[in-house]
């Protein structure tokens, strides 16, 4: 679809779609006639609550993601997305905050999950020094997968209730450069921000258990070939302890082959400064 097309039928995605990374670009093709019909639901107004419209549109929806789509939406909830499941736990939805300098990464997801997607971006909670950003989805049952993926097997499913994230056992084979990028731009950064820092990066996964955050190293380390290890960082406000996945400045290098075209360019600050010449990624990126 051109770009005149895509602002034709929605200037808000066609906005979103500006933000796509090079390699995105024609990989995440927007169908037409659906979003012709999201137009036409959300002009009406009834695409708010479960009105008619709403549960007729909800029908010509795919019933699973594309494989684009799952990784992403795979890298979104290692970071800070969530799953919320419905009144009879059949189809859920997704939720995510980030800061306002996190905008790319939201119209990346709001561009990637479009046809499920009616309000955009919203902004959230005022910080001292940055504003929150929220984006949803509706609740639907393509992203089930999603939920099965990271629902503890042990914790039966509440209606209504958002997901305590686990992470299973086979996450490697999710983990795929798309995945991590996503997650990597959402939670993940330099080891250190100042000049010559060094080019160690992390992913903040204090939001897991140890077990879960070795099991994350060891797909990392596994799929990648990365030196990856859990690193202590303290312990939260219920007095539990917290990990970070440190990934060594010898990965850097792979790391950047494998991950980096898939990041925009607001969110290079988060790569470490290269410091030698002959590196693969050069200081234009």
């Not at 795919?62 to 009144?87: K, R």
């Not at 060891?218 to 007095?239: E, P, Q």
């Not at 494998?258 to 200081?283: A, E």
């Amino acid at each position: 679809m051109s770009v005149q097309r895509l602002e034709e039928i929605s200037p808000r995605i066609a906005e979103f779609a500006a933000y796509l990374p090079i390699v995105l670009i024609g990989s995440v093709e927007q169908d037409i006639e659906l979003l012709e019909k999201r137009e036409a639901l959300i002009a009406s107004g009834k695409h708010k609550g479960n009105t008619r419209e709403s549960k007729e549109y909800k029908t010509f929806l795919p019933q699973e993601c594309t494989t684009i789509q799952f990784e992403w939406a795979v890298g979104m909830i290692l970071s800070d997305a969530s799953l919320q499941y419905n009144t009879n736990c059949k189809s859920c939805r997704l939720k995510m905050q980030q800061v306002d300098y996190h905008y790319a990464f939201m119209a990346i997801s709001c561009y990637v999950l479009a046809p499920w997607i009616y309000e955009g971006i919203s902004a959230g909670k005022q910080r001292e020094k940055s504003v929150m950003h929220e984006m949803q989805t509706i609740t639907h049952v393509a992203f089930m997968p999603l939920a099965d993926l990271f629902q503890n097997p042990c914790v039966q499913k509440r209606k209504n209730a958002v997901i305590s994230k686990v992470i299973s056992p086979n996450i490697e084979k999710y983990l795929t450069p798309l995945c991590v990028a996503a997650w990597f731009m959402g939670d993940g950064g330099r080891q250190c921000y100042k000049e010559n820092g060094g080019k160690g990066l992390q992913f903040h996964t204090q939001g897991f258990t140890e077990a879960d955050v070795q099991m994350l190293v060891s797909a990392l380390s596994n799929r990648y070939g990365w030196k990856t290890k859990a690193t202590f960082d303290g312990k939260n406000k219920k007095g539990q302890e917290t990990f970070l996945i440190s990934v060594s400045g010898e990965s850097f290098d792979s790391f950047v082959h494998h991950i980096s075209p898939f990041i925009p360019d607001s969110f290079k600050y988060k790569l470490p400064d290269v410091r030698k010449p002959k590196s693969r990624f050069k200081k234009e990126y």
